[in-house]
Protein backbone atom coordinates (compact mmCIF):
# COMPACT_ATOMS: atom_id res chain seq x y z
CA UNK A 1 0.00 0.00 0.00
CA UNK A 2 1.31 2.83 -1.27
CA UNK A 3 0.54 6.47 -0.25
CA UNK A 4 -0.88 10.00 -0.57
CA UNK A 5 -3.07 11.92 1.52
CA UNK A 6 -2.84 13.35 5.36
CA UNK A 7 0.15 11.66 6.84
CA UNK A 8 1.85 11.94 10.20
CA UNK A 9 5.53 10.02 9.23
CA UNK A 10 6.22 7.90 6.20
CA UNK A 11 9.79 6.49 5.71
CA UNK A 12 10.88 4.30 2.66
CA UNK A 13 13.96 2.18 1.41
CA UNK A 14 15.20 -0.25 -0.64
CA UNK A 15 17.43 -1.99 1.51
CA UNK A 16 20.40 -4.41 -0.05
CA UNK A 17 18.55 -7.59 0.72
CA UNK A 18 18.27 -10.36 -2.64
CA UNK A 19 14.35 -10.15 -2.86
CA UNK A 20 12.63 -7.45 -1.01
CA UNK A 21 11.97 -4.67 -2.99
CA UNK A 22 11.19 -1.80 -0.34
CA UNK A 23 10.52 -1.48 3.15
CA UNK A 24 7.56 1.05 4.22
CA UNK A 25 7.37 2.27 7.71
CA UNK A 26 4.39 4.69 7.89
CA UNK A 27 1.49 6.55 10.55
CA UNK A 28 -1.42 7.33 8.60
CA UNK A 29 -4.41 9.81 9.88
CA UNK A 30 -7.08 9.66 7.65
CA UNK A 31 -5.88 8.71 4.58
CA UNK A 32 -7.93 6.19 2.38
CA UNK A 33 -6.26 4.45 -0.45
CA UNK A 34 -8.01 4.13 -3.81
CA UNK A 35 -8.06 0.50 -5.43
CA UNK A 36 -4.79 -0.30 -7.20
CA UNK A 37 -2.43 -3.61 -7.44
CA UNK A 38 1.52 -4.19 -7.07
CA UNK A 39 3.92 -6.60 -8.74
CA UNK A 40 4.92 -7.54 -5.38
CA UNK A 41 4.06 -9.54 -2.37
CA UNK A 42 2.75 -7.05 0.21
CA UNK A 43 3.21 -8.66 3.82
CA UNK A 44 1.86 -5.96 5.92
CA UNK A 45 1.57 -5.36 9.81
CA UNK A 46 -0.32 -2.79 12.25
CA UNK A 47 1.72 -1.81 15.10
CA UNK A 48 -1.53 0.83 16.09
CA UNK A 49 -4.81 1.29 15.19
CA UNK A 50 -6.68 -1.14 12.77
CA UNK A 51 -7.20 -1.50 8.80
CA UNK A 52 -10.02 -2.03 6.78
CA UNK A 53 -9.48 -3.17 3.30
CA UNK A 54 -11.19 -5.18 0.39
CA UNK A 55 -8.98 -7.57 -1.71
CA UNK A 56 -10.68 -9.02 -5.17
CA UNK A 57 -14.01 -6.97 -3.61
CA UNK A 58 -13.99 -9.34 -0.28
CA UNK A 59 -13.73 -6.78 2.60
CA UNK A 60 -10.87 -7.75 5.68
CA UNK A 61 -9.11 -6.23 8.33
CA UNK A 62 -6.18 -6.24 10.37
CA UNK A 63 -5.41 -6.16 13.91
CA UNK A 64 -2.02 -5.66 15.83
CA UNK A 65 -2.02 -9.20 16.31
CA UNK A 66 -2.37 -9.93 12.67
CA UNK A 67 -0.02 -10.43 9.61
CA UNK A 68 -1.07 -9.36 6.57
CA UNK A 69 -0.28 -10.78 2.99
CA UNK A 70 -1.71 -9.06 -0.49
CA UNK A 71 -0.63 -11.08 -3.36
CA UNK A 72 0.82 -9.22 -6.31
CA UNK A 73 -1.75 -8.26 -9.14
CA UNK A 74 -4.60 -8.16 -7.42
CA UNK A 75 -6.92 -5.19 -6.82
CA UNK A 76 -7.15 -3.77 -2.83
CA UNK A 77 -7.64 -0.60 -1.04
CA UNK A 78 -7.42 0.25 2.29
CA UNK A 79 -8.35 2.72 4.68
CA UNK A 80 -8.02 3.49 8.92
CA UNK A 81 -10.94 1.25 10.83
CA UNK A 82 -11.11 3.98 13.12
CA UNK A 83 -10.71 7.97 13.24
CA UNK A 84 -7.48 7.44 15.22
CA UNK A 85 -5.73 6.17 11.92
CA UNK A 86 -2.90 3.38 11.89
CA UNK A 87 0.90 2.52 11.88
CA UNK A 88 2.23 -0.01 10.16
CA UNK A 89 4.38 -1.32 8.61
CA UNK A 90 5.32 -3.16 5.49
CA UNK A 91 7.77 -5.27 3.42
CA UNK A 92 7.52 -5.60 -0.06
CA UNK A 93 8.88 -9.36 -1.49
CA UNK A 94 9.47 -10.11 -5.57
CA UNK A 95 6.77 -11.99 -6.88
CA UNK A 96 9.16 -14.88 -7.25
CA UNK A 97 9.85 -15.16 -3.49
CA UNK A 98 6.43 -16.85 -2.45
CA UNK A 99 5.42 -17.28 -5.95
CA UNK A 100 2.44 -16.21 -8.20
CA UNK A 101 0.62 -19.82 -7.56
CA UNK A 102 0.41 -19.16 -4.15
CA UNK A 103 -1.89 -16.11 -4.82
CA UNK A 104 -5.30 -18.37 -5.21
CA UNK A 105 -4.91 -19.37 -1.50
CA UNK A 106 -3.82 -15.71 -0.24
CA UNK A 107 -6.90 -14.49 -1.64
CA UNK A 108 -9.20 -16.87 -0.04
CA UNK A 109 -6.80 -16.59 2.84
CA UNK A 110 -4.51 -13.30 3.70
CA UNK A 111 -4.53 -12.96 7.35
CA UNK A 112 -3.16 -14.86 10.26
CA UNK A 113 -2.99 -14.64 13.97
CA UNK A 114 0.75 -16.26 14.19
CA UNK A 115 2.62 -15.13 16.93
CA UNK A 116 6.08 -16.96 15.15
CA UNK A 117 5.35 -15.27 12.21
CA UNK A 118 5.02 -12.02 13.60
CA UNK A 119 8.00 -12.28 16.18
CA UNK A 120 10.15 -13.36 13.08
CA UNK A 121 8.88 -9.93 11.13
CA UNK A 122 9.21 -7.86 13.76
CA UNK A 123 13.37 -9.08 14.00
CA UNK A 124 13.45 -8.73 9.95
CA UNK A 125 12.35 -4.93 10.40
CA UNK A 126 14.78 -4.17 13.19
CA UNK A 127 17.81 -5.33 11.17
CA UNK A 128 16.23 -3.84 7.57
CA UNK A 129 16.98 -0.52 9.36
CA UNK A 130 20.50 -1.61 9.75
CA UNK A 131 22.34 -1.75 5.90
CA UNK A 132 25.42 -3.39 7.64
CA UNK A 133 23.61 -6.33 9.04
CA UNK A 134 22.42 -7.62 5.11
CA UNK A 135 23.68 -11.26 6.13
CA UNK A 136 21.21 -11.13 9.37
CA UNK A 137 18.33 -9.74 7.38
CA UNK A 138 18.87 -12.69 4.66
CA UNK A 139 18.83 -15.24 7.66
CA UNK A 140 15.72 -13.11 8.98
CA UNK A 141 13.95 -13.05 6.24
CA UNK A 142 14.83 -16.88 4.80
CA UNK A 143 12.24 -17.97 8.08
CA UNK A 144 9.74 -15.40 7.64
CA UNK A 145 9.25 -16.27 3.74
CA UNK A 146 9.74 -20.49 4.86
CA UNK A 147 6.65 -19.37 7.57
CA UNK A 148 4.77 -17.96 4.88
CA UNK A 149 5.00 -21.06 2.83
CA UNK A 150 3.31 -23.11 5.35
CA UNK A 151 -0.04 -20.66 5.33
CA UNK A 152 0.16 -20.64 1.50
CA UNK A 153 1.24 -24.21 0.61
CA UNK A 154 0.82 -25.06 -3.32
CA UNK A 155 -0.56 -28.22 -3.85
CA UNK A 156 1.02 -31.41 -3.26
CA UNK A 157 3.25 -29.53 -1.58
CA UNK A 158 4.25 -31.18 2.46
CA UNK A 159 6.67 -29.14 4.61
CA UNK A 160 8.82 -32.05 6.11
CA UNK A 161 12.02 -32.20 7.64
CA UNK A 162 15.56 -33.57 6.08
CA UNK A 163 17.22 -36.28 7.91
CA UNK A 164 19.35 -35.74 10.70
CA UNK A 165 22.50 -36.61 8.71
CA UNK A 166 21.61 -34.69 5.66
CA UNK A 167 20.93 -31.92 7.90
CA UNK A 168 24.37 -32.56 9.67
CA UNK A 169 26.42 -32.27 6.68
CA UNK A 170 24.40 -29.23 5.11
CA UNK A 171 25.29 -27.10 8.53
CA UNK A 172 28.79 -28.08 8.19
CA UNK A 173 29.46 -27.43 4.50
CA UNK A 174 27.92 -23.99 5.21
CA UNK A 175 30.19 -23.36 8.46
CA UNK A 176 32.82 -24.27 6.16
CA UNK A 177 31.44 -21.57 3.16
CA UNK A 178 31.21 -18.70 6.08
CA UNK A 179 34.60 -19.88 7.68
CA UNK A 180 36.39 -19.63 3.70
CA UNK A 181 33.97 -16.13 3.83
CA UNK A 182 34.97 -14.59 6.54
CA UNK A 183 35.62 -11.45 5.61
CA UNK A 184 34.36 -10.51 2.41
CA UNK A 185 31.08 -12.50 3.37
CA UNK A 186 28.43 -14.00 0.86
CA UNK A 187 24.62 -14.25 0.48
CA UNK A 188 22.84 -17.04 1.64
CA UNK A 189 21.15 -16.98 -1.83
CA UNK A 190 24.87 -17.83 -2.66
CA UNK A 191 25.00 -20.40 -0.44
CA UNK A 192 22.23 -21.86 -1.39
CA UNK A 193 23.24 -22.54 -5.00
CA UNK A 194 26.56 -23.56 -3.98
CA UNK A 195 24.95 -26.23 -1.72
CA UNK A 196 22.25 -27.03 -3.73
CA UNK A 197 19.81 -26.15 -1.17
CA UNK A 198 16.60 -23.63 0.06
CA UNK A 199 17.96 -20.73 1.90
CA UNK A 200 15.43 -21.13 5.01
CA UNK A 201 16.91 -24.88 5.03
CA UNK A 202 20.34 -23.61 5.53
CA UNK A 203 19.58 -21.76 8.69
CA UNK A 204 17.23 -24.08 9.54
CA UNK A 205 20.28 -26.41 9.22
CA UNK A 206 22.55 -24.73 10.85
CA UNK A 207 21.08 -23.29 13.97
CA UNK A 208 19.81 -27.11 15.12
CA UNK A 209 23.46 -28.43 14.58
CA UNK A 210 25.26 -25.47 15.99
CA UNK A 211 22.66 -23.59 18.34
CA UNK A 212 23.00 -20.29 16.97
CA UNK A 213 21.94 -19.18 13.21
CA UNK A 214 24.50 -18.46 10.48
CA UNK A 215 24.46 -14.59 10.94
CA UNK A 216 25.43 -14.88 14.86
CA UNK A 217 28.11 -17.40 13.81
CA UNK A 218 29.77 -15.50 11.15
CA UNK A 219 29.50 -12.04 13.91
CA UNK A 220 31.08 -14.08 16.22
CA UNK A 221 34.24 -15.38 13.99
CA UNK A 222 35.12 -11.95 13.08
CA UNK A 223 35.08 -10.67 16.43
CA UNK A 224 37.54 -13.51 17.87
CA UNK A 225 39.75 -12.36 14.70
CA UNK A 226 39.17 -8.88 15.86
CA UNK A 227 40.23 -9.56 19.23
CA UNK A 228 43.54 -10.86 18.16
CA UNK A 229 44.61 -8.33 15.86
CA UNK A 230 43.40 -5.40 18.76
CA UNK A 231 45.39 -7.64 21.24
CA UNK A 232 48.61 -6.81 18.83
CA UNK A 233 48.02 -3.53 18.48
CA UNK A 234 46.08 -2.62 15.47
CA UNK A 235 43.95 0.31 15.25
CA UNK A 236 40.07 -0.28 15.07
CA UNK A 237 39.26 1.59 12.33
CA UNK A 238 41.64 -1.10 10.31
CA UNK A 239 40.58 -3.93 12.43
CA UNK A 240 36.95 -3.41 12.00
CA UNK A 241 37.66 -3.53 7.59
CA UNK A 242 40.24 -6.86 8.13
CA UNK A 243 37.72 -8.66 9.99
CA UNK A 244 35.19 -8.00 7.58
CA UNK A 245 32.75 -5.24 9.33
CA UNK A 246 31.00 -2.87 7.27
CA UNK A 247 33.02 0.06 9.38
CA UNK A 248 34.22 0.79 12.81
CA UNK A 249 30.76 1.32 13.98
CA UNK A 250 29.59 -1.54 12.87
CA UNK A 251 32.38 -3.35 14.94
CA UNK A 252 32.02 -1.18 17.89
CA UNK A 253 28.46 -2.07 18.10
CA UNK A 254 28.40 -5.82 17.56
CA UNK A 255 32.08 -5.88 20.00
CA UNK A 256 30.23 -4.03 22.71
CA UNK A 257 26.96 -6.59 22.38
CA UNK A 258 29.20 -9.44 23.22
CA UNK A 259 32.02 -8.13 25.93
CA UNK A 260 30.50 -5.14 27.28
CA UNK A 261 32.77 -2.91 26.44
CA UNK A 262 34.16 -1.04 22.79
CA UNK A 263 37.19 -2.11 20.88
CA UNK A 264 39.36 0.97 21.99
CA UNK A 265 38.77 0.21 25.18
CA UNK A 266 39.30 -3.12 25.05
CA UNK A 267 42.41 -2.50 23.32
CA UNK A 268 44.03 0.17 25.80
CA UNK A 269 42.87 -2.24 29.03
CA UNK A 270 45.14 -4.72 27.16
CA UNK A 271 47.99 -2.62 26.40
CA UNK A 272 48.14 -1.37 30.13
CA UNK A 273 48.39 -4.96 30.72
CA UNK A 274 51.63 -5.98 28.50
CA UNK A 275 55.36 -6.49 30.52
CA UNK A 276 56.43 -3.47 31.46
CA UNK A 277 53.13 -1.65 32.38
CA UNK A 278 51.31 -0.74 35.42
CA UNK A 279 47.18 -2.28 35.34
CA UNK A 280 44.80 0.69 35.59
CA UNK A 281 43.53 1.66 38.71
CA UNK A 282 41.17 -0.79 40.45
CA UNK A 283 42.23 -3.57 38.03
CA UNK A 284 43.89 -6.99 38.74
CA UNK A 285 45.97 -7.90 36.13
CA UNK A 286 44.26 -10.82 34.10
Given at each position: ??T??????V?????P???I?????????D?????????????????????????????????????T??????????????????R??????D???L???????????P??????L?????????????????????????????R??????????????????????????????L?????????L??????????????????????????H??????????????????????????A????????????F?????????????????L?????P???????
Amino acid sequence: MRTSGTVSQVRAWRPPVPGITEVLHARFVDHAYPAHTHDTWTLLVVDDGAVVYDLDRHRHDTSRSQVTVLPPGVPHDGRPATGHGFRKRVVYLDAGVLGRERTGRAVDHPGWVDPELRAGLDQLHRVLADPAETFEAESRLALVVERLRLHLPQRGEHPGTAAAASRRRLARDLRELLDAHLVTGMTLAQAGRLLQAPESGLVRAFTREYGIPPHRYLTGRRLDRARRLLLAGEPAAEVAVAVGFHDQAHLTRHFRRLLGVPPGRFARDAAALRPGCRPPPGRAPR
